[in-house]
């Protein structure tokens, strides 16, 4: 039998790149998916091309608002009866450059989603968890930044990672000797739009560090299989998963010079 079995997972942002890719994992290993998206017509998209019937479900969801969220853990619960894991994935970037060159509206989107999104669905899943039989398992998405790393443009997008890893260390022990567990979770470098988007309007930028994401970046379909079976198996409260770690990453660049990979090309060619 699948670790999976069973299981309910929920995905926000689980309508593209890396959510779509581990509600897909989940999928296939037994579990019953939840996801959710900014719009219905990108819950029903990507639920079409999940394919799963009545194994997946969606349901379109402001993040940053409180109540949509609850109501996501409702739609949940309402549909397969509970809900053993939950992902706080759902994430925007901004423009990659100086601060006081990154709009206002990017600002305050970029918390809203990516930090303000994974407080309301720690709040909500924490809380509800600890009331249901056998707790669950909550994961925050770790990103640039979250770690303590820095890079020129990436102001904004890393201050958001970096608080939401001070929200997640928090949660580790707000929900120490309950049932409710806590991980991290790191995908690493990973090509989707989300980080193709950085360089919309930078493209010489994106062709000068291109070189580096393909040494030590994947697509969805390489991560997202491992990611989800590490999730599935994890036991240890305030665990992290992390796929890009330093020693991957350092026989990376020591084999750069025999492997030729184009992450970005693409799919199939």
């Known amino acids: ?46 639920l079409a091309e999940l394919g799963q019937g009545d194994r997946a479900t969606g349901l379109a969801t402001d993040v940053q608002d409180r109540e949509a969220v609850q109501a996501l853990w409702d739609h949940a619960v309402a549909t397969f009866g509970r809900v053993d894991v939950w992902i706080n ?22 918390v809203a989603v990516n930090l303000v999104g994974a407080l309301n669905g720690s709040a909500v899943a924490s809380q509800a968890m600890a009331a249901q039989s056998g707790g669950g398992w909550i994961w925050n998405m770790e990103g640039f930044g979250s770690r303590g790393e820095h890079q020129p443009g990436m102001a904004v997008y890393g201050a958001s990672k970096r608080a939401v890893q001070y929200l997640t260390e928090a949660l580790v022990k707000q929900t120490k000797d309950t049932e409710v567990k806590v991980g991290f979770l790191s995908p690493g470098i990973v090509a989707t739009d989300l980080l193709v988007g950085d360089y919309t309007d930078d493209p010489d930028g994106f062709d000068k560090v291109k070189k580096v994401f393909n040494i030590l970046g994947d697509r969805v379909e390489t991560v997202t299989p491992w990611l989800a079976d590490q999730v599935l198996a994890a036991r240890k409260h305030g665990t992290r998963v992390a796929w890009l770690t330093k020693s991957k ?12 990979r184009d992450i970005f090309a693409p799919e199939g060619s």
């Open 89 to 110: 994935n759902a994430g925007l970037s901004a423009p990659r450059g100086p601060l006081h060159t990154v709009p206002t509206g990017a600002v305050r989107d970029v």
């Open 1 to 46: 039998m699948s670790a999976g079995s069973g299981r309910v997972v929920v995905v926000t942002g689980g309508t593209r790149g890396i959510g779509l890719g581990l509600a897909r994992e989940f999928l296939a290993r037994g579990c019953r998916v939840v996801i959710c998206g900014r719009t219905t017509g990108a819950v029903d998209k990507a």
């Open 249 to 260: 990453a350092m026989r990376r660049f020591m084999g750069a010079g025999f492997t030729k």
